[in-house]
């Protein structure tokens, strides 16, 4: 072939800094503050029953603040049903309303010390799924 030039050094890895690389957790994420479950679950523990939508619009403006990317609602609420799946949230009517019942979810409080579940819900999703 002619005008091919191979490149002079290839890249490592997926073309990470080392200090990027430095910053990632366990799981070959990122580090965060705190992962969206773990926020998720502090939300919810310090402000009681909530919407998903409600969590997203608290999340997102959680993440500008932090300059860390916000994630679209699709992921988010993807990610919440894991949480759901796990049993580690669980769905709740909201009574008070006189219109159609509001979805509210609040933390299962019998799983708040499954700190594995919480760190990676996917794992741990996916290893049950297997059973």
């Not at 070959?28 to 502090?42: L, P």
């Not at 029953?49 to 619009?57: R, W």
């Not at 994630?71 to 769905?91: D, G, M, Q, R």
């Amino acid at each position: 072939m002619t005008g091919y030039e191979p490149p002079k050094k290839a890249k490592q890895g997926r073309g990470f800094s080392s200090e990027e690389i430095k910053d990632r957790d366990d799981f070959g994420g990122f580090q965060r503050e705190k992962r969206t479950s773990e926020w998720i679950r502090d939300f919810l523990r310090e402000y009681g029953p909530c919407g998903k939508e409600e969590l997203y619009e608290e999340y997102s403006k959680w993440c500008q603040e932090k300059g860390y990317k916000v994630p679209k609602y699709e992921s988010f609420s993807s990610y919440f049903s894991v949480l759901c799946s796990l049993n580690l949230i669980e769905f709740v009517t909201d009574a008070s309303s006189d219109e159609e019942p509001k979805k509210v979810y609040q933390v299962n409080s019998d799983k708040l010390d499954e700190e594995k579940k919480w760190k990676w819900p996917h794992g741990k999703y996916y290893e049950e799924d297997q059973d």
